[in-house]
């Protein structure tokens, strides 16, 4: 059975909480593997995870454009492939121990596998760069986390909370189309 470590930690307390939601839906997964539980019980949980995924999914790529992360196109076709591989799960169990059975290999291994390379790898990008390019559409930024307003020369910017928290801890972030620093409002 995996267990949150902080060496899955990417440093982001958004991004590590939905990893350690991520680890409790897999100890779920993980706890049916040797009981008896019915098909709705494997679809909560399915339902969950898909849930949960699309949530995560959606917020860490919001933040690798944040940060100007440079392989995000690959990133995102990778959250695509464990979309997919989870839908083929679904549509191609025989059996339910069969589904029990793939369903965890397939939670652990993307865990651990996709965190401890593809997720590090936006983390050490952003560890070894003290200067970010950020550009936000502020039109398309329409979900409930909460923003906070900086400004440039040339306009506005929403910045994501977990951005805005890494300013304050000292990282500059430049505005692509002036290249002036941005300033909290």
């Not at 492939?81 to 339910?96: A, C, G, H, M, P």
């Not at 993307?110 to 997720?119: A, F, G």
């Amino acid at each position: 059975m995996i267990k949150w470590s902080n060496e899955y930690s990417v440093d982001n307390e958004t991004i590590d909480k939905q990893h350690k939601n991520l680890f409790e839906i897999a100890q779920k997964a993980y706890f049916m593997v040797d009981r008896h539980v019915s098909v709705s019980d494997i679809k909560l949980v399915l339902i969950e995870l898909f849930e949960y995924i699309k949530i995560h999914f959606k917020y860490e790529e919001e933040y690798m454009e944040a940060i100007g992360y440079p392989d995000l196109t690959q990133h995102k076709k990778i959250h695509k492939e464990i979309t997919s591989s989870l839908i083929d799960l679904v549509k191609n169990i025989k059996t339910i121990n069969d589904l029990k059975e793939k369903l965890n290999i397939i939670i652990e291994k993307w865990l651990v596998e996709h965190i401890l390379t593809e997720d590090m790898k936006y983390h050490r990008y952003e560890e070894q760069n003290r200067s970010y390019q950020l550009e936000i559409d502020n039109t398309s930024k329409k979900d409930s986390n909460q923003h906070i307003i900086y400004v440039c020369d040339c306009k506005n910017h929403k910045i994501p909370y977990d951005v805005h928290l890494t300013i304050c801890n000292g990282k500059k972030y430049i505005c692509k189309i002036c290249k002036k620093e941005l300033v909290e409002l």
